[in-house]
């Protein structure tokens, strides 16, 4: 009778979800009250933008949903008792919400995010050009009227035309690169440091200032988070890096390797972005899933960065405590029908520049412990600076933490909003008229690779545990034949995967 007493506890404690007003009627109910949605939120314990999500139709679920269902009954019993009845704050004459309160679904977005051209990739779910000069038409952010409410509270970066007059840094040397052609002259100016602040804080008030201006609409709130997605990067890296000792907006001089050979053109670095598909069916019948790794470009950011000035040197030697970008003649790569090469689809022979996750990626992969898969790449040439793990640290787990609390608590603006500012960042820190207050090109060259890599040894670690590896793609692109689950974690944390896709393997349409 064991099973059936547990039975019997189990429906006893089950219980239907609590019923919710209209989602119309939710703000109304708050707004009669004047409550405003940081009270609520505060007294929930959700941020106020999933308080705005709740009042414009999207609905909360499990312990959250009863908490807010008894809070939407509290009010109605407390305006009844006082003989108010709230009305909607633009109701028609039948009580019916007026356009006004009608949004329609934000469209499938297909522009580059940054230059408003076709974007050929995506990344982080926004359509953009993984390379800057593939903007071959960009168009500055057109300025935005100024709204009647107070200005966000997480500033954006300062722009040379906006910028607090500060005393003109040193000239940086005539081999320095320059930003765009006018400011070729230009010398390097230091940003007004940043008052302290709890960086969670930047974000939840930029997030509130957004809804509040658009009147709770997620839609036009999400699409002003992500115009100012840079700057406001930018504001909160400064707030992560008080009393560093390292001035990341200093402009050192950068090889020729790092400049663009024409105007639409690229530099010589060489990012191994995997692009692979495997060409025989997998050794069982089934379905293949597509995995979707998450937080691509934010995992990233943990990398090992040069922090000076690049210095030039020769010889096959490489010290652990520097890093940068390595002219090398890679090793042969024999297991291409099952694992993709490292060094991605490069189809020209010879010596090639690469950054140093690539390097110590075909360096680990000629070692014991992954069994010689590769000999060891031959260095010919370097560029490179002392250098640390732990220079975007803060900043990366401050977006990292906004990002988790937010999936938490079902807030997708917030959501939408760390995700453009960490993808915008990793994608404008070179040559970019986006971000003109940091220029480092080979940043954004060793992130990018970082991003390659991390995908590269997840699909290593899917066939090292009897899985087979069907496709590598871009830098969270990982599609695999078997039970996946026994090696990753489905989910949207950032050290998870989500299932992008399910297919049979016969599905030719996705090779």
């Known amino acids: 009778m064991t099973d059936f007493n547990a039975i019997d506890a189990l429906l006893a404690d089950a219980r239907t979800p609590a019923d919710l007003p209209p989602a119309e009627q939710r703000r109304a109910l708050r707004q009669a009250l004047h409550l405003t949605r940081t009270q609520v939120a505060h007294a929930l314990g959700v941020s106020p933008s999933t308080i705005g999500g709740w009042e414009t139709g ?3 679920s499990g312990e959250l949903r009863e908490k807010y269902a008894y809070f939407l009954n509290g009010a109605q019993e407390k305006l009844r008792t006082q003989h108010d009845t709230p009305a909607h704050p633009h109701a028609g004459p039948a009580g019916e919400p007026t356009a006004a309160d009608e949004t329609e679904p934000p469209p499938t977005p297909q522009p580059c995010v940054l230059c408003g051209a076709p974007a050929t990739d995506e990344v982080e779910g926004y359509p953009q050009h ?6 071959t038409h960009p168009t500055p952010a ?7 409410t107070p200005q966000p509270a997480a500033p954006p970066a300062p722009t040379p035309a906006a910028a607090t007059p500060q005393p003109a840094a040193s000239p940086a040397p005539e081999a320095a690169p320059a930003r765009a052609p ?8 230091r940003r007004s440091p940043q008052p302290p602040a709890r960086t969670h804080d930047l974000i939840t008030r930029a997030v509130q200032d957004a809804l509040d201006t658009h009147a709770g609409d997620l839609t036009a709130a999400t699409a002003e988070l992500q115009r100012r997605a840079i700057p406001d990067a930018m504001a909160l890296l400064d707030a992560t890096r008080i009393g560093a000792r390292y001035d990341i907006v200093g402009h050192p001089p950068l090889p020729d390797i790092l400049r663009k050979k024409s105007a639409h053109g690229a530099d010589e670095v060489w990012e191994a972005r995997p692009h692979w598909t495997r060409l025989d069916p ?3 019948p089934g379905d293949i899933t597509a995995l979707d790794i998450n937080g691509a470009y934010l995992s990233a950011l943990k990398t090992h960065l040069p922090l000076g000035a690049l210095e030039y040197s020769t010889g096959n030697v490489h010290s652990r405590r520097r890093a940068g970008i390595h002219l090398i003649t890679p090793p042969e790569w024999d297991h291409h029908p099952y694992l993709p090469n490292p060094l991605g689809n490069r189809e020209e022979p010879g010596p090639v520049w690469v950054t140093e996750p690539t390097l110590r990626l075909l360096q680990r992969l000629a070692t014991d412990q992954y069994g010689h898969l590769c000999d060891p790449p031959v260095i010919h040439e370097s560029f490179t600076s002392g250098a640390t793990e732990q220079l975007f640290e803060k900043f990366r787990q401050a977006l990292r933490d906004a990002r988790e609390k937010a999936i938490t608590e079902e807030d997708e603006v917030t959501l939408e909003y ?5 993808s915008k960042f990793v994608s404008t820190m070179g040559e970019s008229n986006y971000n003109r207050a940091l220029y480092r090109p080979d940043w954004m060259h060793i992130i990018r690779s970082q991003a390659f890599v991390n995908l590269w040894l997840k699909a290593h670690k899917a066939h090292t545990a009897g899985l087979t590896v069907m496709r590598v793609m871009g830098t969270d692109e990982l599609h695999i034949a078997g039970n996946w689950r026994q090696v990753f974690t489905e989910g949207r944390g950032v050290s998870q995967v989500k299932v992008k896709d399910v297919y049979a393997a016969t599905d030719t349409s996705h090779r």
Do not use: F, I
């Not at 006018?182 to 100016?189: G, L, T, V």
């Open 182 to 189: 006018e400011n070729r002259q230009e010398p390097a100016r």
């Open 418 to 422: 760390v995700k453009s500012m960490y």
């Open 58 to 60: 999207r609905d909360p």
């Open 282 to 284: 997998p050794p069982t």
């Open 130 to 135: 993984l390379h800057p000069d593939d903007c």
């Open 142 to 148: 057109t300025p935005q009227p100024a709204a009647p």
